[in-house]
């Protein structure tokens, strides 16, 4: 007579490597296709918002540091007793219509409308060019922002730059000088997306 005995199956002396295995989905061809296609569309409709967000920063930054560039003439000029010229200069340190280029604060001690280093004339400070292609437009024809020691502009009347980014024009700003020597940003007024002086003229470089 056979003596059978009946083991117990015990999952639990399985190896582990059996009792965790599961198994892996993965991703159809075409399911993989749909996704791109959808990621190229996202990309298509939002690069051209994002290109007009840079722009954007890109022209308030130059006003912003334009405007600090006016105040700082307008208080070297109060602060010195002289008249202090802002403007984009030449080698031969005379006053340029390039408003795209370096900007320099002078103090013009003797009242010439030039920087001359032999005269010890002191720079205050100057401001690197904008990006290549904007413009960057004061008055018409004008080749420079002067302050009395009063803190008023030399000359009889006020002036405006004007800030073009180059293929957004929409997106133009501008800095209001009045003949007090006060100056003030331009904004969107009549909530066009486009900015305006307080006269309601629309900035523009053309």
């Known amino acids: 007579m056979f003596n059978v005995t009946f083991t117990k199956f015990n999952k639990q ?22 996704s791109l296609a959808v990621t190229s569309i996202l990309a298509a409709i939002s690069l ?15 006003i ?5 560039l006016l105040l700082t003439t307008r208080n070297a000029a109060i602060n010195s007793g002289e008249k202090v010229i802002m403007c984009p200069l030449t080698e031969g340190g005379q006053c340029t219509t390039n408003w795209h280029e370096d900007l320099s604060v002078f103090i013009d001690s003797n009242n ?7 005269n010890n004339e002191r720079l205050v400070v100057t401001k690197a060019a904008i990006k290549l292609g904007d413009q960057l437009i004061y008055g018409k024809g004008r080749t420079m922002v002067a302050y009395q020691p009063s803190g008023h ?10 800030y ?14 009045a003949r007090s020597g006060r100056l003030y940003v331009t904004s969107d007024i009549d909530n066009d997306s486009k900015d305006e002086t307080r006269m ?7």
């Open 13 to 34: 002396k399985l190896p582990p490597s059996i009792l965790s295995h599961k198994w892996q989905k993965g991703i159809t061809l075409l399911e993989l296709m749909t």
């Open 48 to 62: 051209p918002n994002m290109n007009d967000f840079v722009v954007q920063i890109r022209v308030d930054n130059e």
């Open 64 to 68: 912003s540091m334009l405007q600090r």
């Open 112 to 118: 010439n409308k030039t920087f001359e280093i032999a």
């Open 153 to 162: 502009l030399t000359g009889l009347s006020n002036g405006t730059f004007r």
């Open 164 to 177: 073009c980014p180059l293929g957004h024009e929409d997106k133009s700003r501008g800095i209001v000088i």
């Open 200 to 206: 309601n003229k629309e900035i523009t470089c053309n």
